[in-house]
């Protein structure tokens, strides 16, 4: 499919952007990916996506963007890159005072014009509050897969909301998203519109409150998703759909194969 399945390649973050997201929750990293091996991931979620589109309205999650959640478990390209030593180089250096990370979840997201039958927003929210770790040591990289404008749907975050910790689930029913349960977050400020070309990238906190508008385009927004966490973090036992029936004990790391440690070197 034109993608050759070789070490990604993949830039170290700066110092500078490791401060902006410690500080305020989240950072936008330029040019993170080799463009050229987007072309490649941009050509196999094409396909992908047009064989499994229908099956993308399930949920309230669903009503704000498809997802084709484990995507590297079924793509090696795209597991070439969530366990690539350099987005895992750089996940431990963002997350302050972790040694190593997990793969916590890959996905590949769609989102549809939002004319006709498409999708809407994201409503803000945090990660978090739904996972069964122990710490909240846990970020996101979101990576354009194509040139995706603001108003396509580019994430918005609301800046240093990860410095009020857990602030409960969203995605549950209608009208319980982030801001509703705490409209003190619109007194914080909102990160600017964002313009991204093929290979750039964000990363978020787990905690960190964000959203997307609806993409106003007339084609779909495309992006690709790796999370990772401290790979120290234990196992709490609280119901998730991933790890409900892994047979994972309490109080004890995540030894297991869908949360592979990732290199570093």
């Not at 302050?96 to 769609?110: A, D, E, K």
């Amino acid at each position: 499919m034109g993608v050759p399945i070789v070490q990604a390649p993949v830039r170290d973050v700066t110092e500078e952007e490791i401060a902006h997201y410690r500080e305020h929750g989240w950072a936008r990293l330029p040019g993170l990916v080799d463009p050229g091996f987007v072309a490649g991931l941009r050509d196999r979620a094409l396909e992908r996506l047009a064989a499994r589109r229908e099956a993308f309205r399930n949920s309230f999650v669903d009503q704000a963007f498809g997802q084709d959640r484990d995507i590297a478990e079924h793509d090696e390209a795209f597991r070439a890159l969530a366990l690539s030593p350099g987005l895992g180089r750089n996940a431990t250096r963002l997350l302050l005072g972790v040694q190593n990370v997990r793969l916590q979840v890959t996905n590949l997201l769609i989102k549809e014009p939002e004319d006709g039958n498409g999708h809407g927003a994201t409503v803000f929210h945090q990660d978090f509050p739904w996972m069964p770790m122990d710490r909240s040591a846990m970020l996101t990289i979101w990576l354009a897969l194509d040139d995706v404008s603001a108003d396509m749907g580019t994430l918005r975050f609301y800046d240093r909301s990860h410095l009020y910790g857990p602030l409960g689930r969203s995605f549950v029913r209608e009208g319980d998203d982030a801001l509703s349960q705490h409209p003190w977050l619109k007194d914080l400020e909102v990160s600017p519109p964002i313009d991204m070309a093929p290979g750039d990238a964000t990363v978020h906190s787990a905690l960190v409150i964000h959203g997307a508008p609806a993409n106003r385009r007339d084609r779909p927004r495309l992006s690709f998703t790796v999370t990772y966490f401290d790979a120290a973090s234990l196992y709490t036992g609280a119901p998730y759909g991933q790890t409900d029936d892994l047979g994972l004990k309490v109080n004890e790391p995540f030894d297991h194969p869908l949360f592979p440690v990732v290199p570093t070197s």
